[in-house]
């Protein structure tokens, strides 16, 4: 269709499209998925592929925009094919959020860290993406499909940032294989070529409306209502929408709750304050201020003691544990917690040595001789200093 990039492909994808096996559409309601299915069921037909197509949606819940089911809904009429809508089963992205905070404020207690942990995704853990689309869109797909090799479109764009710009064309996809349903399958990025400049134009060639996030509220990206990667203006369009106001103050809660800014550098309390009550607005001020004193409370724990792969692997020494009690003792006050266990040395000292045993133990390993500097750490921990 006019002079728009080919879609992407490989040999694999050309047999086993001409093996027809079923072919799903991820979209979202934004314009990268429209022109993906587009061009996907263009490129299916002119192949001659007779298997299954659908679209499938994963619904965030809360944090999507209103319109974009009825976007997905729309595009599935237009096209002809079933549109499946998927969601998790434990909650939406804004209930995990939550439990992530439950579950990381029960980890410090526990001394199974030694900094508090954000509640939110980042752009290096991007569980919203691979819990609740991709894992979910695939359990879906490999429980429809049984006994089938599956190909999962996705359509994203080369362009659109420094990781997908080495993505490539097709990838085994580990979660659509399952030997209980005797499935494997591929993800396919059709569109990687393409800039955003042809995809908008795209949709005026073949006349099909942008989401409303685009053309009624200026935002560059549609995918959360507010994304942890999305620009400070897309917050800040996202905010003059309505429908968005709940969700909004529903983040700032938990900014406030949690003292985590929602992106590293930005709190989303101050992208629409006129939308906070004076009540909440005061809270998120001193939020600021608590997550300023927590941060430099952890500050002073020293770097040896930091998380790293199989955490703990070195007992603290005793200045380092009445160090880290200190610092823990600090952080419950800063968060109003009324009690915290693990503030003495003593018992810090136990608990590391109680958690490498374990670790030892999970490993398979029947001997503890674990040192540092030289000293026996279990069972005399510092008995021999």
């Known amino acids: ?194 800039t955003r400049e042809q995809v908008l134009a795209y949709h005026r060639v073949v006349d099909f409306p942008l989401h409303e996030a685009y053309s009624r509220y200026g935002m560059s990206r549609v995918s959360c209502a507010f994304c942890i990667l999305s620009s400070a203006s897309d917050l800040v369009a996202s905010a003059t929408n309505p429908d968005n106001h709940a969700i909004y103050r529903q983040l700032v809660e938990l900014e406030i709750i949690s003292t985590f800014s929602f992106q590293p550098e930005r709190w989303l309390g101050d992208v629409a304050p006129h939308l906070l009550s004076g009540e909440m607005q005061a809270r998120l001020s001193e939020a600021k201020r608590r997550a300023r004193l927590r941060e430099l409370a952890e500050a002073s724990i020293p770097r040896s003691l930091w998380y790293t792969k199989g955490w703990p692997i070195t007992l603290p020494t005793p ?17 109003q917690w009324p009690s915290l266990p693990y503030t003495e040395a003593d018992a810090i000292g136990e608990r590391y040595a109680n958690l490498m045993a374990l670790h030892l133990h999970a490993s398979r390993k029947t001997t503890v001789s674990i040192t540092r500097e030289g000293r026996q750490a279990i069972p005399g921990l510092w008995d021999t200093i």
């Open 1 to 194: 269709m006019g002079d728009f990039p080919s879609l992407a492909t490989t040999p694999l994808i050309t047999d086993l499209l001409a093996r027809n096996m079923p072919v799903a559409i991820g979209v979202s309601g934004g314009k990268d998925s429209d022109v993906a299915a587009f061009e996907t069921q263009a490129y299916l037909k002119a192949a001659g592929h007779s298997g299954p197509v659908i679209l499938i949606h994963s619904d965030l819940g809360r944090v999507e925009h209103r319109a974009s089911l009825p976007a997905c809904q729309r595009l599935a009429e237009r096209l002809g094919l079933e549109l499946v809508v998927v969601r998790r089963q434990a909650g939406d992205l804004l209930d995990r959020w939550r439990v992530r905070w439950h579950h990381n404020v029960e980890r410090y207690r526990q001394l199974e860290c030694v900094k508090l942990i954000l509640p939110w995704s980042t752009p290096a853990m991007r569980f919203c993406t691979s819990e609740l689309k991709t894992a979910v869109i695939c359990r879906s797909l490999v429980e429809r499909f049984a006994g089938q090799t599956i190909l999962s479109v996705a359509g994203i764009r080369r362009e659109e940032s420094s990781t997908r710009a080495h993505a490539p064309i097709a990838a085994a996809q580990p979660r659509l294989s399952s030997a209980t349903f005797g499935t494997s399958g591929y993800t396919w990025h059709p569109l990687l070529d393409w």
């Open 319 to 335: 200045e380092e544990a009445r160090l880290l009690g200190e610092v823990r003792r600090r952080v419950a006050d800063i968060m």
